[in-house]
Protein backbone atom coordinates (compact mmCIF):
# COMPACT_ATOMS: atom_id res chain seq x y z
CA UNK A 1 0.00 0.00 0.00
CA UNK A 2 1.15 3.27 -1.18
CA UNK A 3 -0.12 5.17 2.04
CA UNK A 4 -1.48 4.66 5.59
CA UNK A 5 -4.86 4.80 6.94
CA UNK A 6 -4.85 7.53 9.59
CA UNK A 7 -7.90 7.84 12.64
CA UNK A 8 -7.52 10.71 14.58
CA UNK A 9 -9.81 10.94 17.63
CA UNK A 10 -10.43 13.99 19.66
CA UNK A 11 -12.40 13.95 23.02
CA UNK A 12 -13.18 17.64 23.67
CA UNK A 13 -15.25 19.60 26.44
CA UNK A 14 -18.26 20.12 23.79
CA UNK A 15 -17.24 18.23 20.70
CA UNK A 16 -15.73 14.42 20.20
CA UNK A 17 -14.70 14.38 16.42
CA UNK A 18 -13.13 11.29 14.01
CA UNK A 19 -11.42 12.13 11.70
CA UNK A 20 -9.80 9.56 8.97
CA UNK A 21 -6.70 10.48 7.17
CA UNK A 22 -5.38 8.98 4.05
CA UNK A 23 -1.26 10.18 4.44
CA UNK A 24 1.20 9.45 1.70
CA UNK A 25 4.71 10.25 1.50
CA UNK A 26 5.95 13.55 0.35
CA UNK A 27 3.40 15.27 2.81
CA UNK A 28 0.07 14.42 1.43
CA UNK A 29 -2.03 14.54 4.38
CA UNK A 30 -6.18 13.76 3.14
CA UNK A 31 -8.90 13.76 5.11
CA UNK A 32 -11.18 11.00 4.10
CA UNK A 33 -14.48 11.08 6.35
CA UNK A 34 -15.42 12.70 9.37
CA UNK A 35 -17.93 12.26 12.13
CA UNK A 36 -18.57 14.68 14.62
CA UNK A 37 -20.80 14.33 18.03
CA UNK A 38 -21.66 16.70 20.23
CA UNK A 39 -21.62 15.96 23.99
CA UNK A 40 -21.10 19.25 26.33
CA UNK A 41 -18.90 17.12 28.94
CA UNK A 42 -17.69 20.64 30.25
CA UNK A 43 -21.00 21.33 32.19
CA UNK A 44 -19.94 18.15 34.44
CA UNK A 45 -16.35 18.95 34.46
CA UNK A 46 -16.74 22.82 35.00
CA UNK A 47 -20.14 22.97 36.76
CA UNK A 48 -19.84 19.66 39.00
CA UNK A 49 -15.80 18.80 38.75
CA UNK A 50 -16.00 15.76 37.45
CA UNK A 51 -17.44 13.42 34.42
CA UNK A 52 -20.68 11.74 35.33
CA UNK A 53 -21.91 7.98 34.89
CA UNK A 54 -24.35 8.96 31.90
CA UNK A 55 -21.50 11.29 30.07
CA UNK A 56 -19.38 8.20 30.29
CA UNK A 57 -21.64 5.77 29.00
CA UNK A 58 -22.66 8.44 26.45
CA UNK A 59 -19.05 8.63 25.39
CA UNK A 60 -17.94 5.16 25.57
CA UNK A 61 -21.17 4.37 22.75
CA UNK A 62 -19.50 7.16 20.62
CA UNK A 63 -15.90 5.59 21.03
CA UNK A 64 -17.82 2.02 19.61
CA UNK A 65 -19.13 3.88 17.00
CA UNK A 66 -15.62 5.14 16.04
CA UNK A 67 -13.78 2.47 16.18
CA UNK A 68 -16.50 0.37 14.12
CA UNK A 69 -15.61 3.16 11.34
CA UNK A 70 -11.68 2.65 12.08
CA UNK A 71 -12.13 -0.98 11.14
CA UNK A 72 -13.89 -0.52 7.93
CA UNK A 73 -11.20 1.65 6.70
CA UNK A 74 -8.78 -0.96 8.10
CA UNK A 75 -7.35 2.14 9.80
CA UNK A 76 -3.20 1.15 9.91
CA UNK A 77 -2.77 3.25 13.00
CA UNK A 78 -5.11 5.19 15.29
CA UNK A 79 -4.86 8.12 18.11
CA UNK A 80 -7.16 9.14 20.83
CA UNK A 81 -6.93 12.50 22.80
CA UNK A 82 -8.79 14.00 25.40
CA UNK A 83 -8.79 18.08 26.01
CA UNK A 84 -9.25 19.83 28.81
CA UNK A 85 -12.81 18.23 29.97
CA UNK A 86 -11.44 14.94 30.83
CA UNK A 87 -8.03 15.91 32.08
CA UNK A 88 -9.14 18.15 34.55
CA UNK A 89 -12.00 15.91 35.69
CA UNK A 90 -11.44 14.98 39.57
CA UNK A 91 -12.38 11.34 38.07
CA UNK A 92 -10.00 11.44 35.36
CA UNK A 93 -8.16 8.47 36.43
CA UNK A 94 -11.40 6.09 36.29
CA UNK A 95 -12.81 7.73 33.39
CA UNK A 96 -9.58 6.72 31.20
CA UNK A 97 -10.17 3.21 32.63
CA UNK A 98 -13.78 2.54 31.99
CA UNK A 99 -12.89 3.49 28.30
CA UNK A 100 -10.41 1.34 28.17
CA UNK A 101 -11.86 -1.85 29.48
CA UNK A 102 -15.12 -0.75 27.76
CA UNK A 103 -13.46 -0.23 24.27
CA UNK A 104 -9.99 -1.31 24.43
CA UNK A 105 -8.93 2.41 23.28
CA UNK A 106 -6.20 3.60 25.45
CA UNK A 107 -7.20 7.46 25.37
CA UNK A 108 -3.70 10.01 26.14
CA UNK A 109 -4.26 13.12 28.15
CA UNK A 110 -2.94 16.20 26.06
CA UNK A 111 -1.78 19.80 27.75
CA UNK A 112 -2.97 22.87 26.14
CA UNK A 113 0.48 23.96 24.66
CA UNK A 114 0.89 20.77 23.65
CA UNK A 115 -2.39 20.46 21.73
CA UNK A 116 -2.00 24.18 20.57
CA UNK A 117 1.47 23.21 19.01
CA UNK A 118 0.08 20.60 16.96
CA UNK A 119 -3.08 22.85 15.74
CA UNK A 120 -0.14 25.49 14.58
CA UNK A 121 1.90 22.56 12.33
CA UNK A 122 -1.55 21.46 10.68
CA UNK A 123 -1.75 25.59 9.69
CA UNK A 124 1.45 25.25 8.75
CA UNK A 125 1.38 22.23 6.92
CA UNK A 126 -1.94 23.50 5.53
CA UNK A 127 -1.27 27.08 4.40
CA UNK A 128 1.64 27.40 1.76
CA UNK A 129 2.05 30.76 2.78
CA UNK A 130 2.22 29.93 6.08
CA UNK A 131 5.70 31.58 6.64
CA UNK A 132 4.99 34.91 4.76
CA UNK A 133 2.38 35.40 6.34
CA UNK A 134 4.06 35.81 10.05
CA UNK A 135 6.84 37.98 8.64
CA UNK A 136 4.10 40.80 9.63
CA UNK A 137 2.32 40.70 12.74
CA UNK A 138 0.13 37.90 12.84
CA UNK A 139 -2.14 36.82 15.47
CA UNK A 140 -2.71 32.99 15.13
CA UNK A 141 -5.86 33.23 17.63
CA UNK A 142 -6.55 29.27 18.63
CA UNK A 143 -10.26 28.86 19.82
CA UNK A 144 -10.96 26.03 22.06
CA UNK A 145 -14.42 25.49 24.06
CA UNK A 146 -12.41 25.85 27.53
CA UNK A 147 -9.65 28.55 26.22
CA UNK A 148 -8.16 30.78 23.93
CA UNK A 149 -4.65 30.46 22.67
CA UNK A 150 -3.53 33.93 21.47
CA UNK A 151 -0.31 33.53 20.10
CA UNK A 152 1.48 36.36 18.26
CA UNK A 153 4.13 36.25 15.14
CA UNK A 154 6.28 39.05 13.53
CA UNK A 155 9.25 38.41 11.26
CA UNK A 156 8.76 35.01 11.37
CA UNK A 157 9.75 34.55 14.46
CA UNK A 158 6.55 33.78 17.57
CA UNK A 159 7.14 36.96 19.75
CA UNK A 160 4.21 35.78 22.58
CA UNK A 161 1.46 33.57 22.87
CA UNK A 162 -0.31 33.31 25.98
CA UNK A 163 -3.86 31.40 27.37
CA UNK A 164 -6.60 33.06 28.30
CA UNK A 165 -9.90 31.32 29.59
CA UNK A 166 -12.42 33.24 27.52
CA UNK A 167 -13.70 29.66 25.88
CA UNK A 168 -17.17 30.11 25.21
CA UNK A 169 -17.87 26.94 27.40
CA UNK A 170 -16.03 28.46 29.96
CA UNK A 171 -17.49 31.54 30.21
CA UNK A 172 -21.21 29.99 29.71
CA UNK A 173 -20.35 27.81 32.47
CA UNK A 174 -19.41 30.41 34.89
CA UNK A 175 -22.21 32.42 34.52
CA UNK A 176 -24.64 29.37 34.74
CA UNK A 177 -23.23 28.86 38.06
CA UNK A 178 -23.73 32.31 39.21
CA UNK A 179 -27.53 31.91 38.03
CA UNK A 180 -27.56 34.72 35.75
CA UNK A 181 -30.94 34.86 33.74
CA UNK A 182 -30.92 34.16 29.83
CA UNK A 183 -31.57 37.51 28.53
CA UNK A 184 -28.64 38.75 30.65
CA UNK A 185 -26.00 36.21 29.80
CA UNK A 186 -24.33 38.04 26.58
CA UNK A 187 -24.23 41.77 28.30
CA UNK A 188 -22.32 39.58 31.57
CA UNK A 189 -20.40 37.70 29.00
CA UNK A 190 -19.48 41.24 27.30
CA UNK A 191 -17.98 42.14 30.75
CA UNK A 192 -15.84 39.25 31.16
CA UNK A 193 -14.71 39.78 27.83
CA UNK A 194 -13.64 42.88 28.01
CA UNK A 195 -11.89 42.66 31.30
CA UNK A 196 -9.16 39.93 30.10
CA UNK A 197 -8.88 41.50 26.96
CA UNK A 198 -8.13 45.01 28.34
CA UNK A 199 -5.24 43.19 30.38
CA UNK A 200 -4.20 41.25 27.48
CA UNK A 201 -3.77 44.43 25.61
CA UNK A 202 -1.87 46.42 28.12
CA UNK A 203 1.01 43.36 28.67
CA UNK A 204 1.01 42.09 25.27
CA UNK A 205 -0.35 44.60 22.58
CA UNK A 206 1.74 47.20 23.40
CA UNK A 207 3.76 48.93 19.77
CA UNK A 208 1.95 45.67 18.38
CA UNK A 209 0.46 46.27 14.79
CA UNK A 210 -1.55 43.09 14.31
CA UNK A 211 -2.35 43.05 10.49
CA UNK A 212 -3.39 39.68 9.74
CA UNK A 213 -5.60 37.23 12.51
CA UNK A 214 -5.75 33.02 11.13
CA UNK A 215 -8.96 31.62 13.36
CA UNK A 216 -8.26 27.87 14.07
CA UNK A 217 -9.16 25.42 16.45
CA UNK A 218 -12.91 24.39 17.89
CA UNK A 219 -15.41 26.69 17.32
CA UNK A 220 -19.80 27.05 17.79
CA UNK A 221 -18.98 29.79 14.90
CA UNK A 222 -16.87 28.22 12.44
CA UNK A 223 -19.63 24.76 12.50
CA UNK A 224 -22.30 28.11 11.83
CA UNK A 225 -20.13 29.64 9.12
CA UNK A 226 -19.75 26.41 7.48
CA UNK A 227 -23.50 25.59 7.13
CA UNK A 228 -24.38 29.47 6.60
CA UNK A 229 -21.67 31.65 5.18
CA UNK A 230 -19.46 29.10 3.49
CA UNK A 231 -18.15 32.35 1.98
CA UNK A 232 -16.02 33.27 5.05
CA UNK A 233 -14.19 30.80 5.43
CA UNK A 234 -10.46 29.73 3.13
CA UNK A 235 -10.02 32.77 2.07
CA UNK A 236 -8.74 36.51 3.33
CA UNK A 237 -12.06 38.41 4.30
CA UNK A 238 -12.02 42.08 5.29
CA UNK A 239 -12.43 42.23 9.41
CA UNK A 240 -15.35 45.24 9.11
CA UNK A 241 -17.29 41.97 7.29
CA UNK A 242 -16.36 39.67 10.28
CA UNK A 243 -17.78 42.40 12.36
CA UNK A 244 -21.09 43.20 11.02
CA UNK A 245 -21.08 38.94 10.57
CA UNK A 246 -20.72 38.93 14.67
CA UNK A 247 -22.58 41.81 15.10
CA UNK A 248 -25.79 39.63 13.50
CA UNK A 249 -25.31 36.51 15.30
CA UNK A 250 -25.42 38.21 18.84
CA UNK A 251 -28.65 40.41 18.11
CA UNK A 252 -30.30 37.62 16.55
CA UNK A 253 -32.38 35.74 19.27
CA UNK A 254 -31.19 32.37 20.82
CA UNK A 255 -34.55 30.21 19.63
CA UNK A 256 -34.02 31.57 16.00
CA UNK A 257 -30.08 30.06 16.38
CA UNK A 258 -31.16 27.14 18.02
CA UNK A 259 -33.79 26.39 14.79
CA UNK A 260 -30.61 27.42 12.28
CA UNK A 261 -28.56 25.33 14.07
CA UNK A 262 -30.59 22.09 14.57
CA UNK A 263 -28.90 22.07 17.85
CA UNK A 264 -30.00 23.09 21.60
CA UNK A 265 -30.42 26.20 23.02
CA UNK A 266 -27.62 25.88 24.99
CA UNK A 267 -25.13 24.97 22.14
CA UNK A 268 -26.77 28.29 20.13
CA UNK A 269 -25.45 30.04 23.39
CA UNK A 270 -21.85 29.02 23.04
CA UNK A 271 -22.37 30.56 19.40
CA UNK A 272 -22.98 33.88 20.40
CA UNK A 273 -20.27 33.99 23.02
CA UNK A 274 -18.06 33.21 20.17
CA UNK A 275 -19.13 36.06 17.90
CA UNK A 276 -18.84 38.09 20.64
CA UNK A 277 -14.98 37.52 21.77
CA UNK A 278 -14.00 37.60 17.85
CA UNK A 279 -15.79 40.82 17.77
CA UNK A 280 -14.31 41.83 20.74
CA UNK A 281 -10.89 41.07 19.94
CA UNK A 282 -11.20 42.26 16.23
CA UNK A 283 -11.84 45.76 17.77
CA UNK A 284 -8.89 45.76 20.23
CA UNK A 285 -6.46 44.56 17.80
CA UNK A 286 -7.34 46.59 15.20
CA UNK A 287 -6.60 43.57 12.43
CA UNK A 288 -7.73 44.57 9.01
CA UNK A 289 -8.08 40.43 7.37
CA UNK A 290 -9.22 37.87 8.82
CA UNK A 291 -8.69 34.03 7.54
CA UNK A 292 -10.55 31.03 8.90
CA UNK A 293 -8.58 28.15 7.68
CA UNK A 294 -11.14 25.25 8.90
CA UNK A 295 -8.07 23.72 10.67
CA UNK A 296 -8.70 21.89 13.97
CA UNK A 297 -7.25 19.68 16.52
CA UNK A 298 -7.60 16.31 14.58
CA UNK A 299 -5.49 17.60 11.70
CA UNK A 300 -2.40 18.37 13.88
CA UNK A 301 -2.83 14.88 15.18
CA UNK A 302 -2.41 13.85 11.16
CA UNK A 303 0.32 15.84 10.87
CA UNK A 304 2.40 14.42 14.11
CA UNK A 305 1.62 11.06 12.71
CA UNK A 306 3.21 12.14 9.40
CA UNK A 307 6.08 13.47 11.21
CA UNK A 308 6.44 10.20 13.08
CA UNK A 309 6.55 7.77 10.20
CA UNK A 310 8.64 10.05 8.07
CA UNK A 311 5.99 11.06 5.87
CA UNK A 312 6.21 14.38 5.97
CA UNK A 313 8.99 17.06 7.44
CA UNK A 314 7.56 20.88 8.04
CA UNK A 315 9.50 23.16 6.10
CA UNK A 316 8.70 25.78 9.65
CA UNK A 317 11.19 25.54 12.09
CA UNK A 318 8.99 24.97 15.22
CA UNK A 319 11.62 24.22 17.24
CA UNK A 320 13.07 27.95 16.59
CA UNK A 321 9.68 29.04 17.73
CA UNK A 322 10.27 27.32 21.30
CA UNK A 323 13.97 29.14 21.81
CA UNK A 324 12.34 32.39 20.15
CA UNK A 325 8.98 32.07 22.91
CA UNK A 326 11.76 31.30 25.79
CA UNK A 327 14.06 34.10 25.04
CA UNK A 328 10.99 36.49 24.74
CA UNK A 329 10.00 35.09 28.59
CA UNK A 330 13.36 35.91 29.91
CA UNK A 331 13.07 39.65 28.16
CA UNK A 332 9.62 40.20 30.21
CA UNK A 333 11.40 39.12 33.67
CA UNK A 334 14.26 41.39 33.19
CA UNK A 335 17.11 38.69 32.18
CA UNK A 336 20.99 39.33 32.10
CA UNK A 337 20.77 38.65 28.20
CA UNK A 338 23.94 38.49 27.58
CA UNK A 339 24.73 36.35 30.75
CA UNK A 340 22.21 34.15 29.89
CA UNK A 341 23.48 33.76 26.38
CA UNK A 342 26.72 32.97 27.83
CA UNK A 343 25.46 30.36 29.89
CA UNK A 344 23.11 29.29 27.03
CA UNK A 345 26.53 28.67 24.71
CA UNK A 346 28.39 26.70 27.26
CA UNK A 347 25.74 24.39 28.30
CA UNK A 348 25.26 23.37 24.86
CA UNK A 349 28.94 22.96 24.59
CA UNK A 350 28.92 20.73 27.49
CA UNK A 351 25.88 18.77 26.75
CA UNK A 352 27.39 18.11 23.31
CA UNK A 353 30.86 17.12 24.80
CA UNK A 354 29.09 14.26 26.93
CA UNK A 355 26.44 13.43 24.60
CA UNK A 356 27.77 9.77 24.19
CA UNK A 357 28.25 9.29 28.24
CA UNK A 358 24.84 10.58 29.05
CA UNK A 359 21.55 8.80 27.77
CA UNK A 360 20.13 12.11 27.01
CA UNK A 361 19.01 13.15 23.41
CA UNK A 362 18.60 15.43 21.23
CA UNK A 363 14.78 16.84 22.81
CA UNK A 364 16.87 16.86 26.43
CA UNK A 365 19.14 19.21 24.83
CA UNK A 366 16.52 21.58 23.89
CA UNK A 367 15.32 21.57 27.54
CA UNK A 368 19.05 22.28 28.83
CA UNK A 369 18.72 25.23 25.95
CA UNK A 370 15.82 27.12 27.17
CA UNK A 371 16.24 26.02 30.94
CA UNK A 372 19.83 28.15 30.27
CA UNK A 373 17.64 31.42 28.89
CA UNK A 374 15.47 31.11 31.90
CA UNK A 375 17.72 30.58 34.84
CA UNK A 376 17.62 33.79 36.27
CA UNK A 377 13.84 34.71 35.84
CA UNK A 378 13.39 34.25 39.14
CA UNK A 379 15.36 37.52 39.94
CA UNK A 380 12.69 39.62 38.81
CA UNK A 381 10.62 38.56 41.78
CA UNK A 382 13.80 38.08 44.45
CA UNK A 383 17.06 37.96 44.49
CA UNK A 384 17.91 36.28 47.16
CA UNK A 385 14.75 33.47 46.39
CA UNK A 386 15.72 33.42 42.82
CA UNK A 387 15.58 29.53 42.71
CA UNK A 388 12.43 29.03 44.20
CA UNK A 389 10.86 31.99 42.17
CA UNK A 390 12.50 30.88 38.89
CA UNK A 391 10.53 27.47 39.75
CA UNK A 392 7.18 29.22 40.22
CA UNK A 393 7.71 31.19 36.77
CA UNK A 394 8.41 28.28 34.52
CA UNK A 395 6.02 26.27 35.89
CA UNK A 396 3.20 28.61 35.38
CA UNK A 397 4.06 29.57 32.43
CA UNK A 398 3.12 27.87 29.56
CA UNK A 399 5.47 27.33 26.25
CA UNK A 400 4.09 26.40 23.28
CA UNK A 401 5.10 23.08 22.34
CA UNK A 402 6.74 21.51 25.72
CA UNK A 403 4.43 18.69 27.48
CA UNK A 404 3.71 20.03 31.20
CA UNK A 405 6.21 17.23 32.21
CA UNK A 406 8.82 19.11 30.13
CA UNK A 407 8.41 22.19 31.22
CA UNK A 408 8.23 20.70 34.61
CA UNK A 409 11.45 19.85 34.32
CA UNK A 410 12.96 23.05 33.16
CA UNK A 411 11.39 24.58 36.51
CA UNK A 412 13.47 21.91 38.60
CA UNK A 413 16.25 22.76 36.57
CA UNK A 414 15.80 26.27 37.09
CA UNK A 415 15.34 25.58 40.79
CA UNK A 416 19.38 23.99 41.35
CA UNK A 417 21.31 27.37 41.79
CA UNK A 418 24.38 25.15 42.52
CA UNK A 419 24.71 21.08 43.06
CA UNK A 420 25.82 21.81 46.50
CA UNK A 421 21.50 22.26 46.90
CA UNK A 422 20.53 19.13 44.79
CA UNK A 423 17.98 17.25 46.98
CA UNK A 424 17.32 14.04 45.13
CA UNK A 425 14.09 13.90 47.09
CA UNK A 426 12.82 16.94 46.12
CA UNK A 427 13.74 15.79 42.60
CA UNK A 428 11.56 13.12 42.59
CA UNK A 429 8.76 15.75 41.60
CA UNK A 430 10.05 16.05 38.10
CA UNK A 431 9.49 12.55 37.27
CA UNK A 432 12.63 11.62 36.46
CA UNK A 433 15.42 12.78 38.78
CA UNK A 434 18.28 11.32 37.23
CA UNK A 435 17.45 13.36 34.36
CA UNK A 436 16.99 16.11 36.27
CA UNK A 437 20.44 15.34 37.94
CA UNK A 438 22.18 14.70 34.39
CA UNK A 439 20.57 18.57 33.41
CA UNK A 440 21.17 20.27 36.58
CA UNK A 441 24.67 19.36 36.45
CA UNK A 442 25.48 20.91 32.98
CA UNK A 443 23.83 24.06 33.73
CA UNK A 444 25.50 24.67 37.20
CA UNK A 445 28.62 23.89 35.68
CA UNK A 446 27.93 26.36 32.42
CA UNK A 447 26.61 29.01 35.03
CA UNK A 448 29.90 28.39 37.01
CA UNK A 449 32.04 29.35 33.96
CA UNK A 450 30.51 32.80 33.28
CA UNK A 451 30.48 33.60 37.10
CA UNK A 452 31.98 37.25 36.90
CA UNK A 453 29.12 37.73 33.92
CA UNK A 454 31.71 39.20 31.93
CA UNK A 455 32.03 36.66 29.70
CA UNK A 456 36.00 35.80 30.11
CA UNK A 457 35.56 32.30 28.32
CA UNK A 458 34.21 33.20 25.09
CA UNK A 459 35.87 31.04 22.41
CA UNK A 460 36.30 28.03 25.13
CA UNK A 461 36.54 24.43 23.82
CA UNK A 462 34.90 21.68 26.19
CA UNK A 463 35.84 17.72 25.02
CA UNK A 464 35.71 14.45 26.40
CA UNK A 465 39.31 12.68 27.59
CA UNK A 466 38.54 9.31 27.83
CA UNK A 467 41.59 7.90 28.86
CA UNK A 468 41.67 10.39 31.94
CA UNK A 469 37.77 10.47 32.27
CA UNK A 470 37.70 14.20 32.57
CA UNK A 471 35.87 16.75 31.07
CA UNK A 472 38.56 19.34 29.80
CA UNK A 473 37.50 22.85 29.82
CA UNK A 474 39.67 24.93 27.06
CA UNK A 475 40.35 28.10 28.04
CA UNK A 476 41.44 30.54 25.53
CA UNK A 477 41.25 33.74 27.74
CA UNK A 478 45.22 34.49 29.62
CA UNK A 479 43.57 36.81 32.22
CA UNK A 480 42.42 36.46 35.63
CA UNK A 481 40.05 33.07 36.18
CA UNK A 482 39.82 32.32 39.80
CA UNK A 483 36.36 33.10 40.34
CA UNK A 484 35.48 30.79 37.74
CA UNK A 485 37.96 27.85 38.63
CA UNK A 486 36.51 28.06 42.28
CA UNK A 487 32.79 28.37 40.84
CA UNK A 488 33.59 24.90 38.99
CA UNK A 489 35.30 23.08 41.54
CA UNK A 490 32.03 23.85 43.65
CA UNK A 491 30.15 22.45 41.01
CA UNK A 492 31.48 19.17 40.01
CA UNK A 493 30.72 16.93 42.32
CA UNK A 494 27.40 16.33 41.10
CA UNK A 495 28.83 16.25 37.52
CA UNK A 496 31.40 13.69 38.20
CA UNK A 497 28.78 11.60 40.34
CA UNK A 498 26.15 11.59 36.91
CA UNK A 499 28.65 11.56 34.35
CA UNK A 500 31.47 9.81 35.20
CA UNK A 501 33.70 12.84 34.20
CA UNK A 502 35.63 14.90 35.94
CA UNK A 503 35.73 18.44 35.07
CA UNK A 504 39.15 20.10 34.84
CA UNK A 505 40.44 23.56 33.87
CA UNK A 506 43.10 24.21 31.31
CA UNK A 507 44.07 27.79 30.58
CA UNK A 508 46.25 28.73 27.98
CA UNK A 509 49.55 30.41 29.39
CA UNK A 510 50.59 33.56 29.68
CA UNK A 511 53.49 34.95 27.63
Not at 23 to 49: C, H, M, Q, W
Not at 200 to 207: S, V, W
Not at 266 to 272: A, D, I, P, R, V
Not at 428 to 439: Q, V, Y
Request: proline fraction near 1%; charge should be negative.
Amino acid sequence: MSYKIFGAICLGSVEQELTVYEIRSGGGIKPVDRATTVLPLFNDTFGEGRISIESLDALCETLEKYAEVLRSYKADAYKVYATVAIREAKNCATILDRIKVRTGMDVELISNSEQRYLNYKALAHNEGEFNEVIKSGTLILDTGYGSLQFSIFNDDALISTENISLGAATILSNLSRARIADEQILDRAEEMINSELINYKKLYLKGMDIETIFGIGENALYRYWAQEKPELLRQAVDAQLILSECEEIINTKNSELSEILGRSETYSLLLSIAAMYYKRIIEVTGAKVLFFPCINFTDGMAVEYAERIKAYKPKHDFENDIISESRNMAKRYRCNTLHSASVEEYALLIFDAVRKFSGLSKRDRLLIQIAAILHDCGKFVSIKNADECGYFIVLSTEIIGLSHAERKMIAGVVRVRNTASFDYELASESGDPIKLAKLSAILCLANALDRGHVDKLKDTRVEVREKSMELAILASYDGDLTLEKLAVSENSRLFEEVFGLRPSFRQKKRI
